[in-house]
């Protein structure tokens, strides 16, 4: 199984201000997928990275507010810039494996903004 | 696109009743259908998955769900329901191809009473 390593686990930040959120897999993949969970709420889609290309954002999330780095397969980076407390989520990071029949999640970045 | 409903919002049942959580899906064709479970200040645990076969999955806990195409639906069972089965329980779909991300539904709340 795939394991993800999410940095930070956790963190409170003061609005305005930037936070990087990293992700790194033990095996190369293709795609990663960045996911926000809002308190009380399900996941939605950020955007998918791919290695080697701009990152493809979904409808309502765009590159300056969440800009997202994919060097190489086993990396990938979320920025969440300018942040208000409305950014107060849970970031997940995600990829799939073996033609896309196993998904993997990492823990979260469970960020608080004050 | 594909999208996902899980019509309730929370269910309330009792210690050893039997659980159902109901998730319909919207797409042209036979999507993989996951459910995921979330406990609180937890992240995403698979519960179980399908792709193609037997319309009746096993998952871990003492989950099971049932594929139907003509209803379009992937619900989710448990014959007896246990108090640590009280989480957040998410239906999730993606198309059957290549390297794409997981559209959830907003979820379903489980508490269990004694």
């Known amino acids: 199984s795939a394991v993800i390593s999410q940095k930070p686990s956790r963190d409170i930040c003061q609005r305005g201000t930037s936070l990087t959120i990293q992700c790194q897999v033990d095996s190369q993949v293709t795609m990663m997928f960045w996911y926000r969970q809002q308190p009380g709420q399900s996941l939605t889609l950020i955007a998918t990275a791919n290695q080697g290309s701009e990152a493809t954002y979904e409808s309502g999330f765009v590159i300056d507010k969440f800009p997202i780095s994919r060097p190489n397969l086993t990396f990938s980076t979320l920025t969440v810039s300018n942040m208000s407390p409305e950014d107060s989520s849970i970031y997940l990071c995600s990829v799939s494996r073996d033609s896309g029949n196993t998904i993997y999640f990492g823990e979260g970045s469970w960020l608080t903004v004050v | 696109a594909q999208s996902v409903t899980q019509p309730d919002i929370h269910i309330t049942v009792s210690e050893g009743a039997s659980l159902e959580l109901r998730c319909n899906y919207s797409?042209?064709?036979?999507?993989?259908l996951f459910w995921y479970v979330q406990s609180p200040g937890q992240g995403l645990q698979l519960l179980l998955k399908y792709f193609s076969g037997d319309t009746l999955v096993q998952g871990i806990k003492g989950f099971e769900a049932e594929f139907k195409r003509s209803q379009s639906s992937f619900n989710l069972r448990k014959p007896s329901v246990h108090w640590s089965d009280a989480a957040e329980y998410f239906c999730?779909?993606?198309?059957?191809?290549?390297?794409?991300?997981?559209?959830f539904g907003k979820g379903t709340r489980l508490s269990v009473i004694a």
């Open positions: 797409y042209g064709a036979t999507p993989y």
């Open positions: 999730a779909v993606r198309v059957n191809s290549g390297n794409t991300p997981l559209v």
